[in-house]
């Protein structure tokens, strides 16, 4: 059984995300729930990685959506291809002062702001495996609920 400490209740606030990445991360955010997603900020995935956005809709698909504020956070960043054994489709988000070209091409991306999003282009599809999926969905809606829980009371512990 998986610990409960792993699973955070809300996205730490550990002050690493700029106010373009936070933007970045709201207008895409309202994208996917307009597409029919659910979607988490920050979740914690099985390999370790903490996924920008984790979208889930009501067919099952699951989206991970990488936050890039800079050519220099793209840069430095070389963990993102941990991301696609956790998703069907694995997309970019970044504002429009980037250009599209420095993105992989196998990849999604969304250019955002922080009142909107448009598709610029899809990602290309590579569905999970069923047990890949099913712990994916069951992360996913244990954190959902969690974040629900602290919600309704703060002062509450994570405990069952």
Known sequence: MESQASL???PPLDRRQSETA???ARGTARLLRSLGFSCLSELPLPSGRRAD???LNARGDIWIVEIKSSV?????DHKWQDYRAHCDRLFFAFTQDLPCEIFPADTGLIVADAYGAHLHCEAPEHRLAAPTRKLMTV???MAAAQRINRLVDPQGHDEF
Not at 72 to 76: F, I, M, P, S
């Open 22 to 24: 936070l933007a970045i």
């Open 139 to 141: 992360r996913f809606a």
């Open 53 to 55: 956005l984790v979208a």
């Open 8 to 10: 955070s209740p809300v």
């Open 72 to 76: 220099e956070d793209l840069r430095a």
